[in-house]
């Protein structure tokens, strides 16, 4: 393993399959990046692309009938003077797993409801995450609840501390969440539309928390999204996924001013552009993503797009091709 | 708003529009309280445009959407609906057996494509649904009009005969476009049509919502709270809060002028695709109100920055300060805010 300061994951050739009654499900085929130190990836793409698939197969909770197929995960464990983990080698139930969820790699889920624990309070969820990783004892995890409550600008976290979720608006959840991710301070932290299930008010002031706190601690997060506004506001540099695949991978301000793939291209100009004052028609993809069962042969975007060359791209995937430094794509158009 | 008539080329007039839940509680169910979810909603959609009505999560849009086709009672207010042909009814008076008359005018399309379809009828009878309840037409006419329905939404003949779990969403949004259109109305409630969406399949939707729109001189209240989508279709916009319209204007003059402190916040809240203009949001403490137990005064007053002694004391009514700008804000003509800065095409 190469000794690149720079990097806190690596991700090489990734498969990751759900083997269900109906067929197999495909649903990271070959997906290689890397995670930079202290900036924020952002993962951007359609239901069904792989983009949570991804980051559950970091934190090895791809759920049954899934299965990593092939491929590895290497992780730069802090905590262990910067050792390289090689996750892929480690049983999904092994205790080396268990210090590293939580401890070094978080996880904050789209819906805070369904991720809280509706019979404990806030500060018991908060307070058992420090208490397992940090050895306090139970009246030190209180305060250290408190703390990191305080920390995501929670109103009145000493009553907050004692409040069971549904006492909490979906915006107090959602920091509550987040609170629970950053109490131990991770290398690492990744972001599963953290802000899809919000108002647009409470996404900004969540979006704008999420970028201090990232500046002030200096991790590095894993930001998965739709919403390209949303990358635009958040990211220093995006994976674009398509069924399974990574189709270009750039530094935010290349990816939005200066977009190489095809599908990247048509997405850009599918969303409403907010402050162009224009009224002309969006741009739409023609069909829609194939069934997850069926596989495309070639590239998985050669049936929608518009630059299809017949012979080429339905025979052989293309390999992932630098066009520029750090900018990255996987379409025959740059081979 | 006043009293005053109709004018000509407005196709629906609602004022002071009211709708208030009861909560009941204790061993009799008595009214404790009531809901206002709609509380004095005053507006009005000019012939053939689209009125966007956007707002956060509870504020009441979708109830005003369904209040507005009495699909829930109003409690309050004046609905008229300008029909070219009817004349102009007060919606709010007619005989439940008079709504039958109205009905095929006035239609809606529903955010959640996976819940508003019956999952044991074929497309065919789903489309048809609509045009053999108003016994418009039966027999071969009826299939006619359903294959000619089906063609408008770009679904293909040979579906006719699967279900709904056959389809994907933006299918099925085009399932409930097909029924909305069934009876050719003349106004359109779109309630959150795109938001169940991908991004690719949402740009289709809309793009078919524009088409059919100048095609068949439609009318929509596009009811949504995605503020990008929103100012792509609308011609113009209404802000909502808490049961209650704040601004109202033209889409440019609201989004770039705005003239209400929450429109202010919702602009700078967007998250705009475009790295380069990396936007503060303006924080606004506390919650939302309930709509159970709102402030007294203005009921943003308690979140508002700009908030005077007068705003907790009396609700602002809803005034209109020149060029069809219509605000609820006792300072409107003395605020300096801040819309949406104009920038290049990408």
């Known amino acids: ?49 792989g983009k949570s698939v991804t980051s559950l197969s970091i934190m090895q909770l791809v759920p049954p009938p899934g299965k990593i197929e092939q491929g590895k995960i290497w992780f730069r464990a802090a905590r262990r003077g910067g050792e ?67 920390q995501v600008a929670m109103p009145n976290p000493e009553r907050i501390v004692d409040n069971y979720p549904h ?14 991710a950053l109490s131990c301070t991770p290398t690492m932290l990744i972001a599963d539309e953290p802000t899809t299930a919000l108002d647009v008010t409470t996404e900004a002031q969540i979006l704008d928390l999420m970028r201090e706190l990232q500046a002030d601690i200096g991790m590095s997060i894993m930001f998965i999204t739709h ?18 695949q990574i189709v270009e991978r750039a530094p935010v301000d290349n990816l939005f001013f200066n977009p190489k793939h095809p599908y990247t291209t048509a997405l850009l100009k599918s969303i409403p552009h ?18 997850p069962y069926s596989t495309v042969p070639g ?37 | ?94 005989h439940r057996s008079e709504m039958q008359i109205v009905r095929p005018r006035m239609q809606i399309m529903f955010q959640d494509p996976f819940s508003s379809l019956d999952p044991r009828m074929t497309l065919e009878r789903l489309v048809a649904e609509p045009l053999r309840i108003n016994k418009v037409m039966h027999g071969q006419a009826l299939r006619n009009r359903v294959g000619e329905l089906l063609e408008l939404v770009g679904l293909r003949h040979e579906y006719m005969t699967r279900y709904p779990h056959a389809f994907s969403g933006g299918q099925r949004q085009r399932i409930g476009i097909a029924r909305a259109l069934a009876l050719n109305p003349r106004l359109v409630i779109c309630d959150e049509p795109v938001s169940a969406l991908d991004v690719s399949i949402q740009a289709q939707v809309l793009n078919l919502l524009e088409d059919l729109q100048a095609r068949f001189d439609l009318t929509y209240l596009f009811i949504a709270h995605d503020l990008s989508v929103v100012e792509h279709i609308s011609d113009r916009v209404a802000v909502m809060y808490v049961g209650f319209l704040v601004e109202m204007a033209t889409t440019d003059e609201l989004y770039y002028h705005p003239k209400h402190p929450y429109t202010e916040a919702l602009m700078a809240a967007i998250p705009k695709p475009n790295p380069r203009m990396r936007t503060r949001p303006i924080k606004l403490p506390g919650e939302v109100a309930s709509p159970a137990n709102p402030p007294s005064g203005c009921y943003f007053h308690p979140r508002c920055r700009y908030a005077q002694d007068i705003c907790s004391e009396e609700r602002p009514s809803l005034r209109d300060i020149g060029g069809e700008h219509w605000v609820a804000c006792h300072f409107a003509e003395e605020l300096e805010l801040a819309g949406l800065e104009a920038q290049q095409a990408m």
């Open chain 1, 227 to 244: 919403n390209l506004g949303v990358i635009a506001q958040m990211c220093d540099e995006v994976a674009v996924m398509y069924l399974g």
């Open chain 1, 84 to 150: 390289w983990i090689e996750i892929t080698q480690l049983d999904r139930h092994s205790e080396e797993m268990h210090q590293l969820r939580g401890d070094e790699i978080s996880m904050i889920f789209q819906e805070p409801m369904t991720s809280l624990n509706p019979v404990f309070t806030i500060g018991q969820q908060i307070g058992e995450t420090v208490q397992l990783h940090q050895g306090v004892d139970r009246e030190e995890a209180r305060q250290r609840s408190i703390d990191v409550l305080e």
């Open chain 1, 1 to 49: 393993m190469e000794n690149n300061d720079d990097i806190v994951l690596r991700v090489e050739g990734l498969y990751t399959y759900f083997h269900t009654t109906l067929g197999t499900v495909r649903a990271l085929n070959g997906v290689s990046y890397t995670v930079p130190r202290g900036k924020v990836l952002g993962i951007v793409g359609e239901s069904g692309c």
């Open chain 2, 1 to 94: 708003m006043t009293n005053e008539p109709i004018s000509d080329n407005v196709l629906l007039q609602v004022r002071d529009l009211k709708k208030h839940f009861p909560i009941t509680g204790g061993l009799f169910r008595k009214t404790v309280g009531y809901v206002k979810a709609v509380d004095g909603v005053s507006f009005y959609i000019k012939k053939g445009e689209t009125l966007g009505l956007v707002g956060e999560s509870g504020c009441g849009k979708t109830t005003t959407g369904r209040t507005v086709l009495r699909l829930l009672e109003p409690t309050g207010g004046e609905i008229i609906f300008n029909d070219p042909d009817l004349g102009p009814v007060h919606i709010e008076q007619l």
């Open chain 1, 274 to 291: 907010i402050g162009s004052r224009s009224r002309d028609r969006l741009a739409s993809i023609r069909g829609m993503v194939p069934d």
């Open chain 1, 167 to 180: 006492q909490l608006s979906g915006g107090m959840r959602q920091r509550a969440m987040i609170a629970m």
């Open chain 1, 299 to 335: 590239c998985p975007f050669h049936p929608r797009c518009d630059s299809f060359m017949p012979g080429i791209c339905d025979a052989d995937m293309p390999e992932i091709t630098p066009v520029e430094p750090e900018h990255y794509v996987r379409c025959y158009l740059y081979e």
